[in-house]
């Protein structure tokens, strides 16, 4: 299972950020694939998983209405578009594959930073 996140950043109060995420074709026929995030000393934390067919997405709380899950089968690829970030977004996001939504994770990639800072 491949999982490479990107598109992390610096970015303001209320701005926004996509990111990506490279997943194997193996990974996108028998996983769910979602997010989750670990910010400085605070314990992991799941923020959105989107399931296969038909494709249903979960979202954590903290981020309903501002972050959407998204994937694309043909470039096998799975976006999470984050918008209204907030200072507490701040954290290393990780794309992950899951046995199914609301579960932990069964395997993750390298995370990539967010910081929502002004």
């Known amino acids: 299972v491949q999982l490479q996140a990107s598109g992390g950043g610096l970015v303001q109060p209320g701005g926004s950020l996509r990111l990506s995420c490279t997943v194997s074709r193996f990974a996108l026929d028998y996983y769910a694939i979602g997010w989750f995030r670990q910010a400085p000393g605070k314990e992991r934390e799941g923020v959105s998983c989107?399931?296969?067919?038909?494709?249903?997405?979960h979202y954590e709380e903290a981020v309903k209405g501002r972050f959407t899950i998204s994937r694309d089968n043909r470039k096998n690829m799975v976006y999470l578009q984050m918008n209204n970030l907030k200072p507490e977004d701040t954290a290393v996001y990780y794309c992950?594959?899951?046995?199914?939504?609301?579960?932990?994770?069964?395997?993750w990639g390298q995370g990539t930073l967010v910081t929502v800072s002004s």
């Open positions: 992950a594959a899951y046995v199914g939504c609301g579960g932990p994770p069964a395997s």
């Open positions: 989107i399931s296969g067919s038909p494709a249903r997405t």
